[in-house]
């Protein structure tokens, strides 16, 4: 009985150190995402950039006055675009290019800004600000809101497209929202945009710091928009769901969303038609990440779900990036990797976002302290590879890093199907021994496969009976 008692014993405490280990996992990044390149307060637009951008830009690219609201790329222009409220409200739309932030390696240069003369001439009289949240559409286009404080004759809601970083804009939807179930006077619309899709299929969704819905818009030509449904979140009863941010699961599907300084987590909310439309089905612990948190990007890669988030309403100096894994529901989402700290300003706002490129690269906009590019760690699969001379052929890919990459083996006793590129083939020799085929990236971080090619076996002499003995060499046995 005493021995049983100390085995129960022991196996309490293995699950309770399992239990806390589990729990460890989803508070504790996994990795550290690597920088590629950042642009934090201390760097002064106007001073450093000369002819290359217009008099109306020359203000700091970021600045500690809740300014540069979100952050998009355009994977068609392989471009960097920033949302700028401006310092008088009027907006801009900041342009960089995704290599180093700059035009050139040597000095903080962007490309440019949008034409925003179309924000001049249809500009909302009781808009709190004519520009305040931008999103890039599958097809290159680019679309904007303004941020305004009930949707009133007086304060119409705006959407602004462009067709590329160098076309002038124009207005995709202008008025105010007669129908659906709308909050008050007084409520914010435009402090949260999401564009998906492409062309005729594109879809728009607005929400607000104080709203009990979500706004969906959707176009028949695929350049001017009307307001498709409203989607009343958690039956009306709690404002500010998808107040900060919108990331759409996939087109016409579920969305996960932030909300503003109002204690909310990060919620998906339904599309699905029936009695959940609308309903917060799913939600990030608590324990992953707090509540209050920029940004809602949703984005899969290598067989994960993923959701981008940033430090919202929080004190400084806890300002940085997360990268969350919501493969398994929101419930047992895990901390992937976290940046480092990028600022020591509180983003009080809790605005920002985040966004991804066609290369899996990670981009932040924390407003009040930098916005940037970053990778997770590279990585190879599989890592291991065992089999024999001339027999197959077995296919490799990279996973996260910065690419372009390149791909080695050495000493060379099988082949690689070519040297560039996310994916390979290793075809083995006709000769047995190990090789190590080295993955690398454009950052010079590396990852090696160990490949184990063993001789081909002999077959084996048959076994020789002797008048009641078997001789299995080099032992005999008797036979009884």
Known sequence: MKKLNIVICLSLMVIMISSFAMAQSTSTAQFQLNPVWYVGTTFNLSSAVGSLWTSNTAVALMSISNSQRQIDISTVENKVIIADKGASGLGMIFVANTLNGFTTGNGYQGIGSLD????????????????????????????????????????????????NTTSAGTVAFYGVITTGVLPGTGVRFGDALAVDGAGTGTEIYIGGSGANCILKFTSSNGTAFTLNSVITTSGGAIAGIGGNDIGPVSV????????PSN??????????????????????????????????????AYGHNYVLKGDGNVAAPAIKGYLVDVTNGGTNALLVATTQFLGITANANGTGGAAIDANNALYFCLTNNAYGKFTMPLSVSPTTIAGKPNSGSTPISAQWGLAPYTWAVHPGIG?????????????????????????????????????????TSAPLAPEKVQEGFIRSEPVWTFME
């Open 252 to 259: 016409g599907g579920n969305l996960w969303t932030s909300g």
């Open 116 to 163: 925003t003369t179309v924000l001049i001439s249809t500009s909302s009289t009781g808009a709190t600000y004519n520009l305040d949240k931008a999103r890039v559409a599958a097809d290159g286009a680019i679309y904007a809101t303004n941020l305004t404080l009930g949707i009133t004759a007086a304060a119409n809601l705006v959407i602004y497209r462009w067709a």
């Open 415 to 455: 082949s690689i199907s070519t040297t560039a590129g996310a994916n390979i083939t290793y075809s083995p020799g006709s000769t047995y021994g190990t090789d190590t085929i080295t993955l690398t990236d454009s950052n010079g971080s590396s990852a090696n496969v160990i490949v184990t090619i063993s001789p």
């Open 263 to 300: 204690g909310l987590l990060t919620q998906l909310v339904s599309q699905a038609p029936g009695a959940n439309y609308g309903l917060s089905i799913d939600t990030i612990a608590s324990n992953v990440v707090t509540a209050n948190e920029a940004g809602a990007k949703y984005f899969t």
